[in-house]
């Protein structure tokens, strides 16, 4: 995930300065133009805010063992939405390979132990 967020941190700080000026030159009213994130912003306008969307999804692999894949990614949302989605810039936080679904405790307490302390990081 650092290595992903040090790679796209021009990219970060750009779109950041846009937001900070509330500029929606294309119109796009993205997520951080919202009323919620720019409350954030004022709430925490000492802090370096880096904020993710999570996506949890599952797929069959193949129909004859029933076998599935879970998939938990996250995109920045301090990136423009034209870039956010792409898939070198989504950042794979786990996976869970079985023939059920996965108990989502069970499958992500290390991950979300492992974001905490991210953030702690700073």
Known sequence: MLATL????????????Q?????????????????????LLQEYSNENIVSLVLHLDGISLTNSTHLKMWLLSGCFV????????????MIV????????EPDPDIWLRQTMIELKRTKGNG
């Open 6 to 17: 040090s790679r796209l941190s021009l990219l970060i700080e750009n779109y950041k300065s």
């Open 19 to 39: 937001i900070n000026q509330r500029l929606d030159d294309k119109g796009t009213k993205d997520i951080p133009f919202g009323t919620l994130y720019q409350f």
């Open 78 to 89: 301090e990136i423009p939405p034209v870039h956010r989605c792409n898939r070198s810039n």
């Open 93 to 100: 936080l786990s996976i869970w390979i079985a023939q059920r």
